[in-house]
């Protein structure tokens, strides 16, 4: 990201808290907006619909706004509840708005979930609390479009009902990621840790459009799939 000078902002809005990166005030500007349209958009079909909030289970969605139906499709790929991939989804859905301002760096980070276009690499860090790995490794993304999300039972304010303290997932798109970081951090519980973690692993990796996942738990490091180059952060 040193090639370019980009442009970074900070942007909260209720429950959602972001961090939009482009080289373009326009791109930076679209994704604000996107978030605002689309949070509204959700909220509105919330209050005509409780139970697209509180289920635990996907709930198939063939009518409704665009940010329903996207969370509505990745929960059911993850079989998690809709509201697994808000953050996500919005971040997706942000990340396509600035690309139509013809950027070419599109970057929004919501809540710790990661969309990313961009011609040039970006580095991001692994955020997992107090954890020792947390800040110090992270990972250089240079294939895009990609979507990063982590999910702890330990260090977020996020449901989980497993023990890991980091799950993180890379996706096609955040959206995913989101979901199935919540599904298979769901899945790390019990006294066999090589066989819970072999097991999640071959569950995010036989989901359609994940790329690659990482579980930390109990001091043992799984990975499967595609991951991006570790780095270490200083």
Known sequence: MRTKKLIRRTFSLKETN???ISECETAISAAISAIKYHREKLE???NNHPEFLYTLSPLHVDKGPKVV???????????VGPMAAVAGVLADLAVEEML??????????????????????????????NHPLSKSIGFKLEEFPIGVATSSALFSHALSFGEAEAVTVFA?????ADA??????????????????????GKAISIEGVKGVLIIWRNTVGLGGQIPKLIGIR
């Not at 139509?100 to 970006?122: F, H, L, M, R, Y």
């Not at 096609?172 to 995913?176: E, F």
């Open 18 to 20: 972001c961090t939009i």
């Open 44 to 46: 509105r079909y919330i």
């Open 69 to 79: 139906r996207r969370m509505s499709e990745v929960s059911e790929k993850a079989d």
């Open 100 to 129: 139509q301002t013809g950027c070419k760096v599109a970057v929004v980070e919501n809540g710790g979930e990661v969309s990313a276009v961009s011609d040039v690499p970006i580095d991001i860090a692994l955020v997992a609390g």
């Open 172 to 176: 096609s798109n955040a959206g995913l």
């Open 180 to 201: 199935v970081a919540t599904a298979v951090g769901n899945m790390v519980k019990g006294d066999y840790v090589d066989y819970v973690i072999k097991r999640a692993v």
